[in-house]
């Protein structure tokens, strides 16, 4: 296993800082029993009676689903651990657990569900638009682009290899349109929009700004549904994020450049401006920009941190399903941050390097990583050798970086 050999690499064996009280999302009390509201709603609130031990022997946190024991685990530092050993278990629960609910979530320009387990976890489900094979035309705008679901579950993976680990969990799964959606579905609006199409097949479409409509339908065979499955990061109530503007957003405009396209020495500018100014920020934006490129994903115009860490803490890397969209061109634009201000990160640029090597190779890493999603293959093979040429790419923007 080229992954397992990774994985024990020293490079992903840097002790990351020490975890205090302050640097945990949740403070909790592992022998602290969990249990509902009476009143039925999703919260779990702490049961001042709990017994230390459970009668099973085994303490409260134990009997925790995986769900909850991922929120608690979210630091300052991380998402999830390297070696985190509930990973496993949370992204079979996604692939397999019984849907009670289907709801459209609001807001996007495309369709989207939130569906909730009988364990009260919660995924943001994406369905299939197009096939492996499809690549966006050469003549669409990155903004009017579809988003896959085959990439949400391969930039998991993708930001996992590159030992980041700012994408929640993702786990491919094939759900019925008719018993996991149509039927259980409480939401009147998305309700109206089921119907069966000429060819006998379970179609729905929603509503959003963008790509809801009969002729943008999603359509079952006769009622099975590819899907992407994201762990839901803990609700905003409870840990609250912000968001940010990234500096090289682009113009969103068929015309229109940003200025980051028309000034070569905007980085300086960046470098001055809060919070780009101190810490690692900067970097940290330049990783990000790093997991665009080898994904070709042009759309990032926002990232999101916990709020309580402040400006030091890592970003979080959501809404990746614009890339993985084209295979035969790399769009080199996406690597600007890198370009203008010539900094990376150490231990990220000796990933990259070992990750171009041939018992390492990023291809082969990430296809043995997506081997194990049940919608396997996840990326169409040409996908998967574009990784390693702009892998190529981005160690040869460095090379000009060192020269300079």
């Given at each position: 296993?080229?992954?397992?050999?990774?994985?024990?690499?020293?490079?992903?064996?840097?002790?990351?800082?020490?975890?205090?009280?302050?640097?945990?999302?949740?403070?909790?009390?592992?022998?602290?029993?969990?249990?509902?509201?009476?009143?039925?709603?999703?919260?779990?609130?702490?049961?001042?009676?709990?017994?230390?031990?459970?009668?099973?022997?085994?303490?409260?946190?134990?009997?925790?689903?995986?769900?909850?024991?991922?929120?608690?685990?979210?630091?300052?530092?991380?998402?999830?651990?390297?070696?985190?050993?509930?990973?496993?278990?949370?992204?079979?629960?996604?692939?397999?657990?019984?849907?009670?609910?289907?709801?459209?979530?609001?807001?996007?320009?495309?369709?989207?569900?939130?569906?909730?387990?009988?364990?009260?976890?919660?995924?943001?489900?994406?369905?299939?638009?197009?096939?492996?094979?499809?690549?966006?035309?050469?003549?669409?705008?990155?903004?009017s682009d579809f988003e896959r679901h085959n990439a949400e579950i391969a930039a998991f993976h993708l930001d996992r290899i590159l030992d980041f680990r700012r994408i929640p969990p993702v786990s491919g799964r094939l759900v019925n349109i008719?018993?996991?959606?149509?039927?259980?579905?409480?939401?009147?609006?998305?309700?109206?929009?089921?119907?069966?199409?000429?060819?006998?097949?379970?179609?729905?479409?929603?509503?959003?700004?963008?790509?809801?409509?009969?002729?943008?339908?999603?359509?079952?065979?006769?009622?099975?549904?590819?899907?992407?499955?994201?762990?839901?990061?803990?609700?905003?109530?409870?840990?609250?994020?912000?968001?940010?503007?990234?500096?090289?957003?682009?113009?969103?405009?068929?015309?229109?450049?940003?200025?980051?396209?028309?000034?070569?020495?905007?980085?300086?500018?960046?470098?001055?401006?809060?919070?780009?100014?101190?810490?690692?920020?900067?970097?940290?934006?330049?990783?990000?920009?790093?997991?665009?490129?080898?994904?070709?994903?042009?759309?990032?115009?926002?990232?999101?941190?916990?709020?309580?860490?402040?400006?030091?803490?890592?970003?979080?890397?959501?809404?990746?399903?614009?890339?993985?969209?084209?295979?035969?061109?790399?769009?080199?634009?996406?690597?600007?941050?890198?370009?203008?201000?010539?900094?990376?990160?150490?231990?990220?640029?000796?990933?990259?390097?070992?990750?171009?090597?041939?018992?390492?190779?990023?291809?082969?890493?990430?296809?043995?990583?997506?081997?194990?999603?049940?919608?396997?293959?996840?990326?169409?093979?040409?996908?998967?050798?574009?990784?390693?040429?702009?892998?190529?790419?981005?160690?040869?923007?460095?090379?000009?970086?060192?020269?300079?």
């Open positions: 296993s080229k992954l397992a050999a990774l994985f024990k690499h020293p490079l992903y064996n840097i002790p990351v800082p020490e975890v205090t009280e302050k640097d945990k999302l949740f403070i909790v009390n592992p022998m602290e029993k969990f249990s509902l509201h009476s009143s039925g709603s999703d919260e779990w609130v702490s049961s001042s009676k709990a017994e230390t031990l459970l009668p099973t022997g085994k303490t409260a946190y134990d009997s925790y689903p995986a769900w909850l024991k991922f929120h608690i685990g979210i630091n300052r530092h991380e998402l999830y651990p390297r070696r985190d050993p509930l990973l496993p278990t949370l992204l079979r629960d996604l692939a397999t657990q019984r849907i009670v609910s289907s709801v459209q979530k609001s807001g996007g320009t495309q369709l989207k569900l939130i569906m909730t387990f009988p364990n009260y976890g919660q995924a943001l489900f994406k369905p299939m638009k197009q096939t492996r094979d499809q690549e966006t035309p050469a003549d669409f705008f990155y903004f008719t018993k996991e959606i149509w039927d259980i579905t409480t939401d009147k609006k998305l309700a109206k929009t089921f119907f069966i199409s000429p060819a006998g097949n379970v179609c729905f479409y929603g509503e959003c700004s963008y790509y809801c409509s009969t002729e943008h339908a999603l359509c079952g065979k006769p009622d099975r549904l590819e899907g992407s499955m994201a762990a839901l990061l803990p609700d905003k109530t409870l840990a609250k994020r912000r968001s940010w503007r990234s500096p090289w957003r682009r113009s969103y405009h068929k015309s229109k450049k940003a200025e980051w396209e028309l000034n070569p020495n905007y980085c300086a500018r960046v470098r001055e401006t809060p919070p780009y100014d101190r810490g690692h920020r900067l970097l940290d934006l330049i990783d990000m920009t790093i997991l665009d490129f080898l994904m070709g994903n042009m759309d990032r115009h926002h990232y999101e941190t916990f709020e309580k860490f402040g400006n030091d803490t890592f970003l979080l890397h959501l809404d990746n399903g614009r890339g993985f969209g084209t295979h035969s061109r790399d769009e080199l634009s996406i690597l600007a941050p890198l370009q203008q201000c010539c900094s990376m990160k150490k231990s990220t640029y000796l990933r990259l390097q070992l990750l171009a090597t041939q018992p390492y190779r990023l291809s082969d890493v990430l296809r043995e990583a997506l081997a194990t999603d049940p919608l396997a293959p996840v990326l169409a093979e040409p996908h998967l050798r574009a990784l390693d040429r702009r892998l190529g790419k981005v160690l040869v923007a460095v090379g000009h970086c060192l020269a300079r």
